[in-house]
């Protein structure tokens, strides 16, 4: 489908059938499996919207057979209305007033893939032209302004976002950063047992000079290992009291987040992430 640039409003009808890989990007954010995504009976109910009475599922996960199911009917129906009905039902705001975040999540993750095709979705849920159009995913995660789109271009670890799910659709730079921050603690937590915090939790996990580590970064086999695992200690002494500590005795009135600041604190946190991946007891 060919959307010209500039043009503003909902989308209007006849329109031609989608390229399948519009519906395939739809399809895959609507039917994801995790939250924010549909359940099967939700889908189902949007289907019904556009006529398509069932949904096939054997040998089929919802993506899968939501994507056949829109396609198919927009190539028999010769006209992109299935889809554009479908996305309308789907993302009516009344439907969602017990969980109006997931909501903004899905808009959130459909706009992502929208933008490449210069369609967004509106305040009201419905599929419209936005005024420009994206060539490339980094355009993509500009223009959608979403912080989660970005971050996971960027290759953020999974257990940022899992944290941060509620401030990145807010919008929060403050309350995300404060969230990310307590991730690092409360993780070494669960994997170790150890009940304390800050200081005293590095400490304990990590080891003194009179105490030997309980989770350690490497083999600690060499002057080079003693020092990386020392540094990596160091450094979560560094992120408690930088990040972490001065958000959880302020409020965010008054305070002010640079957005390069807060994507290089992400990047320094999903990097003592992966390193927690491979540390061993």
């Not at 919008?171 to 603690?185: Q, R, Y």
């Not at 970064?217 to 001065?246: A, D, M, V, W």
């Amino acid at each position: 489908m060919s959307v010209r640039a500039g043009t503003m409003g909902a989308v209007a009808s006849p329109t031609p059938v989608f390229d399948l890989a519009v519906t395939h990007a739809v399809c895959d954010v609507i039917a994801q499996t995790d939250y924010p995504g549909l359940t099967g009976s939700e889908l189902r109910a949007g289907l019904e919207h556009v006529r398509i009475l069932e949904l096939p599922t054997e040998q089929q996960n919802k993506r899968t057979a939501l994507r056949i199911a829109l396609h198919n009917a927009q190539v028999q129906r010769g006209s992109g209305k299935t889809l554009i009905a479908f996305i309308n039902a789907a993302m009516r705001p009344a439907l969602y007033v017990n969980d109006e975040k997931r909501w903004h999540a899905l808009r959130e993750q459909l706009d992502h893939v929208l933008v490449l095709y210069g369609l967004r979705v509106n305040d009201g849920g419905q599929l419209a032209y936005r005024r420009d159009q994206a060539h490339n995913l980094s355009e993509a995660a500009e223009l959608a302004g979403t912080l989660h789109s970005e971050l996971r271009r960027r290759g953020c670890h999974d257990q940022l976002l899992a944290y941060c799910r509620a401030e990145l659709i807010a919008k929060s730079l403050f309350h995300a950063i404060s969230e990310a921050a307590k991730s690092v603690p409360d993780r070494i937590r669960s994997t170790t047992g150890c009940a304390l915090d800050g200081a005293e939790l590095y400490d304990e996990v990590f080891g003194t000079k009179q105490k030997p580590p309980l989770q350690r970064i490497n083999s600690l086999s060499t002057p080079s290992e003693e020092s990386e695992h020392k540094g990596f200690k160091n450094l979560l002494l560094g992120i408690h009291g930088h990040y972490r500590n001065p958000r959880a005795h302020a409020t965010r009135l008054g305070a002010s987040e640079d957005i390069a600041d807060f994507y290089d604190a992400f990047a320094l946190l999903s990097y003592v992430h992966r390193r927690l991946d491979t540390a061993q007891r």
